[in-house]
C-alpha cells in the first residue's frame, strides 16, 4: 500500500492525427476524473512550440481546472520565471487563490519550455537565457509580491529542482521542493539531501518538504504497458537525435519504431528508475522511491496515447494508495 499523498502533472500530448485543440479536452477530462479518483494535486506544466506538447498557460489551465473540479489543488508546475515579469506572475496567483481557497499552488521552475532558440528570445523580449542570479532574484521578487498584492487567501508556493543548485535554492527560500525526477532521475538522491540539510524556516514553509514527480504507466498487464510506453520512448529517443520536432506518435506507429543500440540503452537507464508495469511492479518502484527519496508526496506524469488509457493508469495507482479520507 502506497501511504503517501499521490498527484498528477499534465504535460497536455497532443497526440498524432489529432489537434492541440483536441489536447485541451483531454486535459479537462482527465482533471474531471482525478478530482473524482480522489488525487491530491494537478500542475499543468509550461510549454511553446512542440508538436509533441500542448502550449497552454498554466493560469489559464489553474483557472479552468479549479472553476470546474471541487477537492484536486491546482496550479503551475510550473510557471517559468525567466518567461515573465514577477509581479505579473504575483497578480495572476494571488487572484486565483482569492477566488479558490486554499486550493491554489504556484510551482515555480526556471527552464524555457522550449528547444527553439527563436522562441525563447521572444518569450524573453529577446533577452539572453537568465542567469543563476536572475533566477533567485525573480524567485524572490515573486514571492515578495504576493505578500504584497495578496487579497487574503495567498497561493502555496513550490520551487521546481531537477538538480542541486534548483534544491538549494528552494533551501535558502525556505520553500517546499518539487523534484523532476521524471527528468534527471541521476540527481535527485544528492539533491535532496542537500536540500534538507541546507534548509531555512520561512513564512512559507517551516520545515523541509519533498515532493518527487516520477513517469507512471501501469496497465493490466507488462505487454500492454510496454505498448503504452512506447510512444514517449520515440519522443525521448529523438532528443536523444536533438531533435525536438518529434510528434507524439500513435502506438501503431511506435511499434513500429526501431531504436538504435544507443536509444535502447538510454532508454533502458531511465525506464529503470520510473515505473511502468501491471499494479504490483509499479507499487514496488513507488514504494522504493518514496523509501530512497523521503518523499511527502508522490506526483505522477502519464504520457500516455488516447485518454482512456492515461485515466486507466491513474485508476489503477490510485487503488494502490491509501484510501480517500483516511
Known amino acids: 500500500m502506497i501511504e503517501l499523498p499521490l498527484s498528477a502533472l499534465e504535460v497536455a500530448m497532443v497526440e498524432a ?6 489536447a485541451l479536452r483531454n486535459c479537462d477530462g482527465a482533471a ?36 470546474t473540479t471541487s477537492r484536486l489543488r491546482v496550479g503551475s508546475g510550473g510557471v517559468l520565471a525567466p518567461n515573465h515579469a514577477p509581479f505579473t506572475v504575483a ?5 486565483l487563490a482569492a ?3 486554499d486550493r491554489i499552488d504556484l510551482g515555480i521552475g526556471r527552464g524555457p519550455g522550449t528547444f527553439d532558440e527563436g522562441t525563447a528570445r521572444a518569450l524573453r523580449r529577446g533577452a539572453d537565457p537568465a542567469t543563476d542570479e536572475e533566477y533567485g532574484r525573480d524567485v524572490a ?17 513550490w520551487l521546481l529542482a531537477s538538480s542541486r543548485a534548483g534544491a538549494a535554492l528552494a533551501a535558502e527560500l525556505g520553500l517546499p521542493v518539487a523534484f523532476a525526477h521524471h527528468i534527471r532521475p541521476e540527481n535527485t538522491v544528492e539533491a535532496l539531501a542537500h536540500y534538507r540539510e541546507a534548509f531555512r524556516p520561512s513564512a512559507w514553509c517551516e520545515k523541509p518538504r519533498v515532493l518527487v514527480c516520477v513517469e507512471v504507466v501501469c496497465a493490466d498487464t507488462q505487454e500492454r504497458a510496454e505498448e503504452l510506453t512506447r510512444p514517449m520512448a520515440v519522443v525521448k529517443a529523438g532528443l536523444l537525435q536533438g531533435h525536438s520536432d518529434v510528434p ?8 513500429a519504431h526501431r531504436f538504435d543500440a544507443r ?33 511527502d508526496e508522490l506526483m505522477l506524469v502519464t504520457p500516455v496515447y488516447d485518454l482512456a488509457d492515461r485515466v486507466r493508469s491513474f485508476q489503477l495507482v490510485r487503488e494502490l494508495a491509501t484510501p480517500l479520507g483516511t
Open 17 to 22: 492525427g489529432t489537434s492541440a485543440a483536441d
Open 32 to 67: 474531471q476524473e482525478l478530482d473524482r479518483l480522489g488525487y491530491h494535486r494537478l500542475w499543468f506544466a509550461e510549454h511553446h512550440r512542440s508538436p509533441a506538447i500542448g502550449a497552454f498557460p498554466p493560469p489559464i489551465m489553474t483557472a479552468r481546472i479549479a472553476a
Open 91 to 95: 497578480e495572476q496567483f494571488a487572484t
Open 99 to 101: 477566488l479558490h481557497p
Open 141 to 157: 521578487a515573486t514571492l515578495d509580491f504576493l505578500t504584497e498584492v495578496g487579497l487574503g487567501e495567498l497561493p502555496e508556493p
Open 248 to 255: 507524439f506518435p500513435s502506438p501503431a506507429t511506435a511499434a
Open 263 to 295: 536509444e535502447e540503452a538510454a532508454l533502458a537507464a531511465f525506464a529503470s528508475h520510473q515505473a511502468h508495469g501491471t499494479p504490483e511492479l509499479v507499487e514496488k518502484r513507488l514504494t522504493r522511491l518514496a523509501e530512497t527519496t523521503g518523499a
